[in-house]
């Protein structure tokens, strides 16, 4: 089975307990990061925006309830999270559609701003999703990112790391039942890029004026970049 297959049929095990889990294992700042993504996705007036790995949706309807006249696309490739997604969010007019990141079924130059939250981990080869981020986005575009980041090697290194190794694992057995689904988070966490590297992956890919803030004592990171266009990003 690859890798992405693997990942869909753990989403789909999962997605009834995700959001619970989610707001326990972040001590409830998962939000805040959420609208930090949508705000550096900037205003995209009446365009297109596509939120990728949307998963239960939190990230499309904060963007539909703040640019109430974009037109919102929130896919995914597990069907469960977008089942939980269009049952969380009944009347929000967003469209909710099945994809898979590595083929986004898009046209060149649509999209005003992609976000993509907790996506690039799961994924085989994120240069390559990222390449194919940057070909739906419009020049002028934005790219925004939200993902965990492997802890900096300080003097709260051993807290940390005894947190993600011990204590996400057993949340995932208390709260949602599948102490496997979040040691892989705990794995797929420590081998993920640093901070810098996934910057200079984005770069990469072909993305300018890129940045990036971390959060949660260095845990997860938020990344951003723009399509170029001849003048600079606005
Ligand atoms: C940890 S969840 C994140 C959901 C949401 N973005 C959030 O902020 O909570 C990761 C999501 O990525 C989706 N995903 C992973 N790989 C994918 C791929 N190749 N194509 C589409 N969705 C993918 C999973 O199905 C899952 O719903």
């Known amino acids: 089975m690859s890798k992405g297959q693997q990942v869909q049929r753990m989403f789909d095990a999962i997605a009834g307990r995700y959001d619970l889990m989610n707001r326990v294992m972040t001590l409830g700042q998962d939000q805040k990061w959420r609208r930090f993504v949508v ?52 009347g929000a007019a ?59 090697k300080n003097l709260l290194y051993p807290l940390v790391r005894c947190y993600f190794r011990f204590g996400i694992p057993l949340l995932g057995r208390c709260i949602a039942s599948d102490e496997a689904a979040y040691s892989y988070l705990t794995g797929s966490t420590m081998d993920f890029f640093t901070a810098q590297a996934l910057a200079g992956l984005f770069r990469q890919a072909g993305f300018v004026d890129v940045g990036f803030r971390k959060f949660m004592l260095g845990t997860i990171g938020i990344h951003w970049g723009c399509k170029a266009v001849t003048q600079a990003c606005p």
């Open 39 to 90: 705000q550096r996705a900037g205003d995209p007036g009446g365009g297109r925006v596509l939120d990728l790995a949307t998963g239960t949706g939190d990230i499309a309807a904060l963007i539909k309830q703040s640019h109430p006249d974009a037109l919102v696309i929130g896919s995914d490739f597990s069907r469960n999270m977008l089942k939980e997604a269009r049952r969380r969010f009944p």
């Open 94 to 152: 967003i469209s909710w559609q099945a994809c898979d990141a590595n083929h986004l079924p898009f046209a060149d130059n649509v999209f005003e701003a992609v976000t993509f939250g907790y996506l690039l981990r799961n994924v085989e080869d994120s240069l390559a999703v990222l390449r194919e981020v940057h070909r739906v986005l419009r020049p002028g575009g934005r790219a925004v990112c939200l993902d965990t980041t492997p802890p900096a």
